[in-house]
Protein backbone atom coordinates (compact mmCIF):
# COMPACT_ATOMS: atom_id res chain seq x y z
CA UNK A 1 0.00 0.00 0.00
CA UNK A 2 1.21 3.38 -1.04
CA UNK A 3 0.87 5.89 1.82
CA UNK A 4 0.80 10.00 0.46
CA UNK A 5 3.40 12.40 1.98
CA UNK A 6 2.66 15.08 4.10
CA UNK A 7 3.60 18.82 3.03
CA UNK A 8 2.41 21.92 3.53
CA UNK A 9 0.63 21.76 -0.03
CA UNK A 10 -1.66 19.52 1.18
CA UNK A 11 -4.37 21.92 1.89
CA UNK A 12 -5.78 24.38 -0.50
CA UNK A 13 -7.63 27.02 1.78
CA UNK A 14 -10.73 28.79 -0.02
CA UNK A 15 -9.99 32.88 -0.26
CA UNK A 16 -13.19 33.65 2.05
CA UNK A 17 -12.34 31.01 4.85
CA UNK A 18 -11.07 33.70 7.10
CA UNK A 19 -14.86 35.51 6.45
CA UNK A 20 -16.22 32.13 7.60
CA UNK A 21 -14.69 31.76 10.22
CA UNK A 22 -14.77 35.10 11.35
CA UNK A 23 -18.09 34.60 11.65
CA UNK A 24 -18.31 31.40 13.21
CA UNK A 25 -16.77 33.37 16.15
CA UNK A 26 -19.06 35.60 15.75
CA UNK A 27 -22.11 33.09 15.53
CA UNK A 28 -21.00 30.80 18.29
CA UNK A 29 -20.09 34.01 20.82
CA UNK A 30 -23.77 34.99 20.35
CA UNK A 31 -24.99 31.55 20.77
CA UNK A 32 -22.64 31.38 23.92
CA UNK A 33 -24.08 34.52 24.90
CA UNK A 34 -27.94 33.27 24.75
CA UNK A 35 -26.84 30.65 26.76
CA UNK A 36 -25.11 32.36 29.65
CA UNK A 37 -28.46 34.73 30.01
CA UNK A 38 -30.62 31.26 30.50
CA UNK A 39 -28.10 29.19 32.75
CA UNK A 40 -26.44 32.42 34.40
CA UNK A 41 -23.57 30.71 33.65
CA UNK A 42 -21.36 30.63 30.96
CA UNK A 43 -20.55 27.32 29.33
CA UNK A 44 -18.47 25.15 26.47
CA UNK A 45 -19.74 26.06 22.74
CA UNK A 46 -19.93 22.53 22.06
CA UNK A 47 -19.84 19.62 24.39
CA UNK A 48 -20.75 21.80 27.20
CA UNK A 49 -22.09 18.94 29.56
CA UNK A 50 -19.90 16.54 30.86
CA UNK A 51 -20.61 13.28 31.54
CA UNK A 52 -17.22 11.62 32.76
CA UNK A 53 -13.94 13.15 33.67
CA UNK A 54 -10.75 10.30 34.08
CA UNK A 55 -7.04 10.16 34.06
CA UNK A 56 -5.14 7.03 32.64
CA UNK A 57 -2.48 6.08 31.09
CA UNK A 58 -1.55 6.14 26.68
CA UNK A 59 0.88 2.80 26.28
CA UNK A 60 2.21 3.68 22.55
CA UNK A 61 2.75 0.26 20.78
CA UNK A 62 6.53 -0.89 20.69
CA UNK A 63 7.81 -1.67 17.40
CA UNK A 64 5.33 0.04 15.16
CA UNK A 65 6.26 -0.10 10.92
CA UNK A 66 7.68 3.31 10.00
CA UNK A 67 4.77 4.47 8.61
CA UNK A 68 2.77 4.48 12.07
CA UNK A 69 5.74 5.26 14.14
CA UNK A 70 5.34 9.10 13.77
CA UNK A 71 5.45 11.79 15.66
CA UNK A 72 3.50 11.44 19.59
CA UNK A 73 4.16 6.83 18.01
CA UNK A 74 7.58 7.08 17.18
CA UNK A 75 8.83 5.15 19.87
CA UNK A 76 7.07 3.26 22.43
CA UNK A 77 6.25 4.02 26.34
CA UNK A 78 3.67 5.37 28.40
CA UNK A 79 2.33 8.55 28.78
CA UNK A 80 -0.22 10.10 31.63
CA UNK A 81 -3.74 11.20 29.87
CA UNK A 82 -6.68 13.26 31.00
CA UNK A 83 -9.93 12.48 29.53
CA UNK A 84 -13.19 14.32 29.18
CA UNK A 85 -16.41 12.33 27.84
CA UNK A 86 -19.28 15.37 27.19
CA UNK A 87 -22.50 15.30 25.53
CA UNK A 88 -22.18 17.75 22.09
CA UNK A 89 -24.22 20.62 22.46
CA UNK A 90 -23.53 23.88 23.82
CA UNK A 91 -25.48 23.88 26.49
CA UNK A 92 -26.83 21.30 29.59
CA UNK A 93 -29.65 19.87 28.31
CA UNK A 94 -31.47 16.86 30.11
CA UNK A 95 -30.63 13.35 27.92
CA UNK A 96 -33.66 13.13 26.70
CA UNK A 97 -31.70 15.35 23.98
CA UNK A 98 -29.23 12.65 22.89
CA UNK A 99 -27.13 14.23 20.02
CA UNK A 100 -23.76 13.61 19.07
CA UNK A 101 -20.80 13.33 21.58
CA UNK A 102 -17.00 13.68 22.45
CA UNK A 103 -13.78 12.35 23.90
CA UNK A 104 -11.10 15.20 24.40
CA UNK A 105 -7.96 13.61 25.14
CA UNK A 106 -4.87 15.51 26.69
CA UNK A 107 -1.67 13.69 26.92
CA UNK A 108 1.45 14.63 29.41
CA UNK A 109 4.89 14.39 28.75
CA UNK A 110 5.07 15.16 25.30
CA UNK A 111 8.15 16.87 24.60
CA UNK A 112 8.75 18.05 20.86
CA UNK A 113 8.21 20.95 18.13
CA UNK A 114 5.01 22.36 18.85
CA UNK A 115 2.44 24.48 17.37
CA UNK A 116 2.89 28.24 17.67
CA UNK A 117 1.20 29.61 20.97
CA UNK A 118 1.66 26.13 22.62
CA UNK A 119 4.18 25.95 24.91
CA UNK A 120 3.69 23.10 27.17
CA UNK A 121 4.82 19.32 26.92
CA UNK A 122 0.87 17.81 25.96
CA UNK A 123 -1.21 16.57 23.09
CA UNK A 124 -4.51 16.76 22.47
CA UNK A 125 -6.40 14.82 20.69
CA UNK A 126 -10.77 16.35 20.41
CA UNK A 127 -12.63 13.28 18.88
CA UNK A 128 -16.24 12.98 18.59
CA UNK A 129 -18.72 9.83 17.90
CA UNK A 130 -18.72 9.71 14.06
CA UNK A 131 -16.29 9.36 11.53
CA UNK A 132 -17.03 12.72 9.65
CA UNK A 133 -18.09 16.45 10.66
CA UNK A 134 -21.46 16.82 9.25
CA UNK A 135 -20.33 20.60 7.69
CA UNK A 136 -17.49 19.49 5.70
CA UNK A 137 -15.69 23.05 6.03
CA UNK A 138 -15.66 26.05 7.41
CA UNK A 139 -18.37 27.52 5.06
CA UNK A 140 -20.33 24.80 5.80
CA UNK A 141 -19.87 24.95 9.37
CA UNK A 142 -20.73 28.99 9.53
CA UNK A 143 -23.84 27.88 7.58
CA UNK A 144 -24.80 24.95 9.97
CA UNK A 145 -24.14 26.64 12.53
CA UNK A 146 -26.68 29.57 11.94
CA UNK A 147 -29.51 26.84 12.37
CA UNK A 148 -27.74 25.04 15.09
CA UNK A 149 -27.60 28.90 17.41
CA UNK A 150 -31.45 29.71 16.13
CA UNK A 151 -32.20 26.17 17.64
CA UNK A 152 -30.25 27.28 20.93
CA UNK A 153 -33.32 29.81 21.77
CA UNK A 154 -35.53 27.10 21.59
CA UNK A 155 -37.61 25.22 24.76
CA UNK A 156 -35.69 22.07 26.49
CA UNK A 157 -39.21 20.19 25.43
CA UNK A 158 -39.14 21.61 21.55
CA UNK A 159 -35.09 19.75 21.12
CA UNK A 160 -35.81 16.94 22.50
CA UNK A 161 -38.61 15.95 19.96
CA UNK A 162 -36.16 17.28 17.26
CA UNK A 163 -33.93 14.84 18.48
CA UNK A 164 -36.35 12.16 18.42
CA UNK A 165 -37.26 12.69 14.82
CA UNK A 166 -33.56 12.35 14.24
CA UNK A 167 -32.56 9.59 16.03
CA UNK A 168 -35.81 7.78 14.13
CA UNK A 169 -34.18 8.86 10.97
CA UNK A 170 -31.46 7.31 12.01
CA UNK A 171 -32.64 4.01 12.89
CA UNK A 172 -34.40 3.46 9.38
CA UNK A 173 -31.36 4.90 7.74
CA UNK A 174 -29.17 1.83 9.07
CA UNK A 175 -32.18 -0.60 8.44
CA UNK A 176 -31.52 0.23 5.13
CA UNK A 177 -28.06 0.02 5.18
CA UNK A 178 -26.95 3.32 5.08
CA UNK A 179 -26.16 6.98 7.03
CA UNK A 180 -26.42 10.50 7.82
CA UNK A 181 -23.93 12.17 10.05
CA UNK A 182 -26.52 14.99 10.36
CA UNK A 183 -29.29 12.54 11.27
CA UNK A 184 -26.66 11.16 14.03
CA UNK A 185 -25.60 14.66 15.17
CA UNK A 186 -29.08 15.35 16.35
CA UNK A 187 -30.49 11.97 17.25
CA UNK A 188 -27.37 9.52 18.40
CA UNK A 189 -28.84 6.58 19.84
CA UNK A 190 -29.44 6.73 23.71
CA UNK A 191 -25.77 3.89 23.86
CA UNK A 192 -23.23 3.88 26.63
CA UNK A 193 -20.64 6.90 26.01
CA UNK A 194 -17.76 3.75 27.06
CA UNK A 195 -19.23 1.45 24.49
CA UNK A 196 -18.90 3.47 21.17
CA UNK A 197 -16.10 4.84 19.33
CA UNK A 198 -14.86 8.68 18.83
CA UNK A 199 -13.15 9.85 15.77
CA UNK A 200 -11.06 13.13 14.94
CA UNK A 201 -13.25 13.33 11.62
CA UNK A 202 -10.72 15.61 10.22
CA UNK A 203 -7.45 14.69 9.35
CA UNK A 204 -4.22 15.88 11.12
CA UNK A 205 -0.45 15.51 10.02
CA UNK A 206 0.69 12.45 11.16
CA UNK A 207 5.00 12.86 11.37
CA UNK A 208 5.62 12.13 7.36
CA UNK A 209 2.40 11.29 6.49
CA UNK A 210 -1.40 12.53 7.02
CA UNK A 211 -4.02 10.21 9.22
CA UNK A 212 -7.19 10.35 11.20
CA UNK A 213 -7.67 9.15 14.52
CA UNK A 214 -10.18 7.21 16.28
CA UNK A 215 -10.43 5.70 19.88
CA UNK A 216 -12.33 1.90 19.96
CA UNK A 217 -13.85 0.67 23.01
CA UNK A 218 -11.11 -2.51 23.85
CA UNK A 219 -12.08 -3.96 27.66
CA UNK A 220 -14.69 -6.71 28.75
CA UNK A 221 -16.44 -4.12 30.92
CA UNK A 222 -16.97 -2.29 26.97
CA UNK A 223 -17.97 -5.27 25.41
CA UNK A 224 -21.22 -5.93 28.20
CA UNK A 225 -22.12 -2.00 27.61
CA UNK A 226 -22.95 -2.83 24.02
CA UNK A 227 -26.87 -2.96 24.40
CA UNK A 228 -26.97 -1.06 27.13
CA UNK A 229 -29.56 2.25 26.41
CA UNK A 230 -30.67 4.76 28.71
CA UNK A 231 -34.09 5.47 29.50
CA UNK A 232 -34.18 9.28 29.62
CA UNK A 233 -37.90 9.12 31.43
CA UNK A 234 -35.92 7.61 34.17
CA UNK A 235 -32.94 10.19 34.62
CA UNK A 236 -32.21 12.79 32.92
CA UNK A 237 -28.30 12.44 33.35
CA UNK A 238 -27.86 8.88 33.10
CA UNK A 239 -25.10 8.96 30.84
CA UNK A 240 -23.12 10.74 33.26
CA UNK A 241 -24.28 8.06 35.89
CA UNK A 242 -24.11 4.90 33.58
CA UNK A 243 -20.75 5.88 32.85
CA UNK A 244 -19.38 6.77 36.26
CA UNK A 245 -21.09 3.47 37.34
CA UNK A 246 -19.02 1.67 35.20
CA UNK A 247 -15.10 3.19 36.19
CA UNK A 248 -16.11 2.85 39.40
CA UNK A 249 -16.23 -0.69 39.57
CA UNK A 250 -13.76 -1.51 36.07
CA UNK A 251 -10.81 -0.60 34.61
CA UNK A 252 -11.54 0.37 30.67
CA UNK A 253 -9.99 0.76 27.62
CA UNK A 254 -9.64 1.96 24.39
CA UNK A 255 -7.47 1.23 20.96
CA UNK A 256 -6.23 4.45 19.60
CA UNK A 257 -6.27 4.03 15.89
CA UNK A 258 -4.87 5.88 12.62
CA UNK A 259 -6.55 5.58 9.27
CA UNK A 260 -3.17 6.82 7.21
CA UNK A 261 -4.08 8.92 3.97
CA UNK A 262 -3.91 6.86 0.27
CA UNK A 263 -5.58 8.33 -1.91
CA UNK A 264 -5.87 12.01 -2.32
CA UNK A 265 -9.29 11.97 -4.61
CA UNK A 266 -11.29 9.21 -2.23
CA UNK A 267 -9.63 10.86 0.70
CA UNK A 268 -10.01 14.55 0.81
CA UNK A 269 -8.23 17.09 3.47
CA UNK A 270 -10.27 19.75 2.77
CA UNK A 271 -13.89 18.37 3.16
CA UNK A 272 -14.26 16.74 6.23
CA UNK A 273 -18.42 15.55 6.02
CA UNK A 274 -16.54 13.22 3.29
CA UNK A 275 -15.65 9.29 4.96
CA UNK A 276 -12.31 8.09 4.06
CA UNK A 277 -13.13 4.17 2.93
CA UNK A 278 -11.98 2.10 5.76
CA UNK A 279 -11.78 -0.74 2.85
CA UNK A 280 -8.56 1.63 1.61
CA UNK A 281 -7.05 2.48 4.39
CA UNK A 282 -7.87 0.50 7.52
CA UNK A 283 -7.37 2.35 11.03
CA UNK A 284 -4.11 0.46 12.68
CA UNK A 285 -3.64 0.46 16.55
CA UNK A 286 -1.05 2.63 17.27
CA UNK A 287 -1.84 2.81 21.42
CA UNK A 288 -3.87 1.99 23.80
CA UNK A 289 -5.48 3.98 26.38
CA UNK A 290 -6.38 2.64 29.90
CA UNK A 291 -8.84 4.15 32.57
CA UNK A 292 -8.34 2.63 35.74
CA UNK A 293 -10.83 2.12 38.23
CA UNK A 294 -11.57 5.59 40.05
CA UNK A 295 -14.22 8.21 40.76
CA UNK A 296 -14.90 9.89 37.40
CA UNK A 297 -16.95 13.11 38.60
CA UNK A 298 -15.98 14.27 42.22
CA UNK A 299 -16.68 17.92 42.95
CA UNK A 300 -13.13 19.03 42.80
CA UNK A 301 -12.75 17.36 39.64
CA UNK A 302 -15.94 18.32 38.04
CA UNK A 303 -15.03 21.87 38.74
CA UNK A 304 -11.70 21.36 37.67
CA UNK A 305 -12.19 19.93 33.97
CA UNK A 306 -15.77 22.14 33.47
CA UNK A 307 -14.48 25.53 34.72
CA UNK A 308 -10.72 25.48 34.08
CA UNK A 309 -9.37 22.78 31.73
CA UNK A 310 -9.59 23.35 28.37
CA UNK A 311 -9.07 21.03 25.34
CA UNK A 312 -8.20 22.28 22.09
CA UNK A 313 -6.55 20.87 18.26
CA UNK A 314 -4.06 24.07 18.69
CA UNK A 315 -2.35 21.96 22.00
CA UNK A 316 -0.14 19.75 19.34
CA UNK A 317 3.26 18.65 18.09
CA UNK A 318 3.83 20.36 14.80
CA UNK A 319 3.92 16.69 13.76
CA UNK A 320 0.09 16.49 14.33
CA UNK A 321 -0.81 19.49 12.95
CA UNK A 322 -4.68 19.56 12.29
CA UNK A 323 -4.99 19.94 8.58
CA UNK A 324 -8.27 20.57 6.38
CA UNK A 325 -10.91 23.78 6.53
CA UNK A 326 -12.79 23.01 9.79
CA UNK A 327 -9.71 22.46 11.44
CA UNK A 328 -8.02 25.26 10.63
CA UNK A 329 -11.09 27.04 11.26
CA UNK A 330 -10.93 25.19 14.94
CA UNK A 331 -7.77 26.44 15.81
CA UNK A 332 -8.71 29.99 16.08
CA UNK A 333 -12.50 29.20 17.71
CA UNK A 334 -11.95 27.34 20.40
CA UNK A 335 -9.57 29.64 21.61
CA UNK A 336 -11.97 33.13 21.20
CA UNK A 337 -14.78 30.99 22.85
CA UNK A 338 -12.76 29.62 25.66
CA UNK A 339 -11.66 32.78 26.43
CA UNK A 340 -15.29 34.16 26.21
CA UNK A 341 -16.21 31.47 28.81
CA UNK A 342 -13.20 32.37 31.21
CA UNK A 343 -13.30 35.98 31.01
CA UNK A 344 -17.30 35.94 31.59
CA UNK A 345 -16.89 33.37 35.03
CA UNK A 346 -13.97 35.02 35.97
CA UNK A 347 -11.84 32.42 36.33
CA UNK A 348 -8.57 31.61 34.45
CA UNK A 349 -7.81 28.74 32.28
CA UNK A 350 -5.27 26.22 33.28
CA UNK A 351 -2.55 24.37 31.21
CA UNK A 352 -1.21 21.57 33.68
CA UNK A 353 2.21 20.02 33.02
CA UNK A 354 1.29 17.06 35.17
CA UNK A 355 -1.52 15.08 35.56
CA UNK A 356 -0.47 15.44 39.19
CA UNK A 357 -2.09 18.96 38.92
CA UNK A 358 -5.45 17.09 38.44
CA UNK A 359 -7.96 16.80 41.56
CA UNK A 360 -8.65 13.15 42.64
Not at 51 to 76: N, R, S, W, Y
Not at 126 to 140: D, I, K, M, R, Y
Amino acid sequence: MTYLRYSADVEQPRPDEQEAIDGIIKGMTQQSETVEKRERHAVRASHAKSTGLVIGTLEIAKDLPPEMAQGLFAAGGRHPVAIRFAQGPGETLGDRVSTHRGMSIKVFGVAGEKLAGHADDTQDFVLASGTTFPSGTAQGFLRDGTVIGKATALPEGVKSAVSATARGFNRLLHALGTESPMADFFGHPFSHPLAEPYFSQAPMRFGDHVAKLAAFPASPAQDGLRDWRLDPQADEDGFRHGLVEVVRMHETRFDLRAQLWTDAKTQPIEDASIEWPAAESPYRTVGTITIPAQDAYSPARQAYFDERLTFRPSHSLDAHRPLGSVMRARLQVYRALSAFRHRENGVSEVHPSDVADIPA
